[in-house]
């Protein structure tokens, strides 16, 4: 049958398309910036840096209210202040006041993900992980077609702000599409309606909830490794590549192409095996194991043809979606506050944003170590996922993906 929420659903997913835009767009453009702006390169950095204060200032907050107002208003803030930090930044005369439209752009992405990954799992819910996954592979497609896009323009010597524009036009259409034919379910219905289901059988609620402390902090943790992870190495592959396995300076920027494509293809491949009952716990460890391993080929032997093909598995297994599956099982243990869990979740990431750089500015004269230090991180994922893997079979029995699918189902 098909979802009535299906339209809405592609919305939210163009969002994520202009959003992985946002996030590279004032990188892919720092020479421009930095000329009307009257600063350097090192100034626009400065600039980048205020989007993950911006998330931080809201998002768990946020990821709140949406459980108390429902997904949609906290999707349109998103989509509106996303609309002023890209109008701002291309009028903005100083540093100084295009540092206030980056913070915007950070709350932007903090009331998106509070609406959007919630709504997606109550829009499917017999679906979720694949719903929450599919969020990263349009991320990753604007990712990978913005560099091109400003190529073309940078070749003809084209105004820099037309890429501005084309998010700015997307962003309008699909506001405009929400506002007036935007369909989202009622906040947390679909963990409502499995209580009341139970309580009409006369049969005792399935146990559904962790601990808050101990299985939250789980993934509390869990989120700010995830995203330390594929962060770090995403920051550093090209100079990995360049300075430690001696490749070009063209080979080496490859690699974040190759790793670009793995996050792609494992959204495909997850959404494919998800259709053939594989659940979303059965994928966490095997991913987390994948990035553990791919990650310490490349430490211990540096060389151009395996930090090629590994960078294609850690975008696979690090950045193909692993973060939006830890959610989307964290929203099984606790499934009456997405909004809420959300919040949490991406907050812990936005956390490893901010500081994962601290750290690895301090040991940039030599890169080895830093990837030394991810092969740590990975690990420290590994044991994680294992601990809440083995949490969600104690808590919800060895039939939980069968049980949970059926529940589900039954809740669409």
């Not at 090192?42 to 907050?61: C, D, E, K, P, Y």
């Not at 993900?113 to 694949?130: I, Q």
């Amino acid at each position: 049958m098909k979802n009535k929420y299906m339209p809405t659903a592609i919305s939210l997913y163009m969002n994520y398309f202009i959003h992985g835009m946002g996030v590279i767009i004032l990188a892919q453009n720092m020479d421009s910036l930095a000329k009307q702006w009257g600063t350097t390169t090192g100034g626009v950095a400065v600039v980048i840096s205020s989007l993950g204060i911006g998330r931080l200032i809201v998002l768990l907050v946020s990821g709140y209210l949406s459980d108390k107002f429902g997904r949609k208003p906290f999707v349109i803030l998103g989509v509106i202040t996303y609309l002023l930090f890209f109008v701002g930044i291309i009028m903005s005369p100083s540093i100084a006041v295009a540092y206030f439209f980056g913070i915007l752009a950070g709350i932007a992405n903090s009331f998106l993900d509070s609406g959007t990954y919630p709504a997606l799992m109550e829009m499917f819910p017999a679906e979720k992980g694949t719903a929450n996954v599919i969020i990263k592979a349009f991320i990753s497609v604007g990712q990978f077609g913005l560099p091109l896009l400003v190529s073309f323009l940078v070749a003809g010597n084209y105004w820099y702000g037309w890429s501005f524009i084309l998010c700015i036009v997307v962003l309008v259409v699909n506001l405009i599409f929400l506002l007036s034919a935007g369909k989202f379910p009622v906040a947390n219905q679909d963990a409502q309606v499995a209580e009341k289901a139970a309580a009409k059988t006369e049969a005792p609620a399935p146990k559904s909830k962790g601990s808050l402390w101990f299985d939250g902090t789980l993934f509390i943790l869990y989120g700010y490794v995830s995203q330390a992870t594929f962060y770090l190495v995403s920051q550093w592959l090209s100079q990995y590549g360049t300075k430690v396995a001696g490749m070009g300076d063209a080979s080496s920027r490859a690699l974040i192409s190759y790793y670009s494509v793995g996050s792609i293809v494992c959204v495909l491949v997850t959404a494919a095996l998800a259709k053939r009952a594989v659940k979303e716990i059965q994928f966490l460890g095997v991913y987390t194991l994948i990035s553990f391993l791919s990650l310490l080929l490349m430490y211990m032997f540096p060389t151009a043809i395996m930090c090629s093909i590994m960078s294609f598995v850690v975008g696979f297994s690090a950045a193909g979606g692993v973060m939006q599956l830890g959610l989307t099982i964290m929203s099984t243990f606790f499934p009456s506050g997405k909004g809420t869990i959300t919040g949490a979740f991406y907050t812990a990431g936005s956390i490893a944003s901010f500081t994962i750089p601290l750290v690895t500015g301090m040991m940039s004269t030599n890169l080895a170590k830093i990837f030394l230090f991810d092969v740590i991180i990975a690990l420290i994922g590994f044991i994680l996922a294992v601990i809440i893997t083995i949490r969600y079979y104690h808590l919800f029995g060895k039939n939980s993906s069968k049980g949970a699918a059926t529940d589900e189902a039954t809740s669409r």
